[in-house]
């Protein structure tokens, strides 16, 4: 394609953009919400998964061993412990430690410690949190063997719905995303194909003039470019303003509740944002110029 023709359908399509101002605003208006409301769910699929990391993160097997354990005993279960697969971290704690934490929670409660006399019936244990949250179960059957161990515990019930829990969260979070796209592909064609009807009697003038069907296309495809551009940036916009507040809200009365930071977080969900107005506004430009290009 030559640049002198290149420059006439960029030149056509800002002039088309100016000169039909009222829906040119109707559409990036349009784009703009979609896009927008699409930004939101992004932001909340991604957050949910976040918190569905966090809560596989903190799953934990608890290693209960035996009593009267000597410490080579204790040093070679720690070395096994080590050397198992997806081990993020284990952390040891003897019969004293146990038995000083029990104290502490039980302190408003001096009954139930009394009634102990003195004695300390807690073991000695290991907590193994892991890289991997699936290797729990394996992991749990593996340890159980080991002689020196009494018990484990990691709440097998919990875990397993938890799992189901954050496969749900994530494929739905997939499916509402996708949904959401193509929605936003039909809302912003049919927008733009309002554009395209208002200009239906130049598309037949420049078809019987003997213009080929690409010549009249590139200048509403760029058109639709810089409107799926502009909704595009202005959504952004909206949007970085938008989770800003949210996450100042929920860290100032819900701290505790794990939230994606905003950077780069936000550059990557602008930018794909951006590439998808941009992509809906050509397929919605030309979805929309088909019917017309018939004469």
């Given at each position: 394609?030559?640049?002198?023709?290149?420059?006439?359908?960029?030149?056509?399509?800002?002039?088309?953009?100016?000169?039909?101002?009222f829906m040119s605003i109707a559409s990036v208006a349009t784009?703009?919400?979609?896009?927008?409301?699409?930004?939101?769910?992004?932001?909340?699929?991604?957050?949910?998964?976040?918190?569905?990391?966090?809560?596989?993160?903190?799953?934990?097997?608890?290693?209960?061993?035996?009593?009267?354990?000597?410490?080579?005993?204790?040093?070679?279960?720690s070395a096994r412990l080590k050397n198992l697969p997806d081990?993020?971290?284990?952390?040891?704690?003897?019969?004293?430690?146990?038995?000083?934490?029990?104290?502490?929670?039980?302190?408003?409660?001096?009954?139930?410690?009394?009634?102990?006399?003195?004695?300390?019936?807690?073991?000695?244990?290991?907590?193994?949190?892991?890289?991997?949250?699936?290797?729990?179960?394996?992991?749990?059957?593996?340890?159980?063997?080991?002689?020196?161990?009494?018990?484990?515990?990691?709440?097998?019930?919990?875990?397993?719905?938890?799992?189901?829990?954050?496969?749900?969260?994530?494929?739905?979070?997939?499916?509402?995303?996708?949904?959401?796209?193509?929605?936003?592909?039909?809302?912003?064609?049919n927008t733009i194909r309002l554009t395209v009807f208002a200009?239906?009697?130049?598309?037949?003038?420049?078809?019987?003039?003997?213009?080929?069907?690409?010549?009249?296309?590139?200048?509403?495809?760029?058109?639709?470019?810089?409107?799926?551009?502009?909704?595009?940036?202005?959504?952004?916009?909206?949007?970085?303003?938008?989770?800003?507040?949210?996450?100042?809200?929920?860290?100032?009365?819900?701290?505790?509740?794990?939230?994606?930071?905003?950077?780069?977080?936000?550059?990557?969900?602008?930018?794909?944002?951006?590439?998808?107005?941009?992509?809906?506004?050509?397929?919605?430009?030309?979805?929309?110029?088909?019917?017309?290009?018939?004469?």
């Open positions: 394609m030559k640049i002198r023709t290149m420059r006439y359908f960029i030149r056509e399509a800002f002039q088309s953009f100016c000169r039909n101002s784009v703009t919400l979609s896009l927008f409301i699409l930004g939101i769910f992004m932001i909340m699929a991604a957050n949910l998964d976040y918190f569905a990391e966090n809560l596989e993160s903190q799953v934990q097997i608890s290693i209960y061993l035996k009593d009267d354990l000597s410490q080579d005993q204790i040093q070679s279960v081990v993020k971290k284990i952390t040891f704690t003897n019969k004293d430690q146990a038995m000083d934490a029990l104290k502490e929670r039980m302190k408003d409660q001096p009954g139930i410690l009394n009634a102990l006399e003195g004695k300390n019936p807690l073991p000695s244990s290991y907590e193994i949190t892991f890289t991997n949250p699936e290797s729990v179960k394996k992991t749990a059957r593996i340890v159980a063997d080991y002689p020196e161990v009494e018990s484990t515990h990691y709440g097998q019930e919990i875990i397993e719905q938890l799992f189901r829990i954050t496969t749900i969260i994530r494929w739905g979070g997939i499916a509402l995303i996708i949904f959401l796209t193509l929605a936003t592909l039909f809302i912003i064609s200009r239906r009697k130049e598309i037949a003038i420049m078809k019987y003039v003997g213009a080929t069907n690409w010549f009249i296309r590139w200048p509403f495809l760029l058109e639709g470019l810089i409107l799926g551009f502009v909704g595009g940036v202005i959504a952004d916009v909206l949007l970085a303003q938008f989770y800003e507040f949210v996450t100042v809200a929920v860290h100032s009365s819900l701290a505790f509740l794990p939230m994606v930071s905003m950077y780069p977080f936000l550059y990557h969900v602008s930018g794909v944002l951006l590439v998808i107005s941009m992509i809906i506004g050509a397929i919605g430009s030309t979805i929309s110029l088909k019917r017309y290009m018939k004469v």
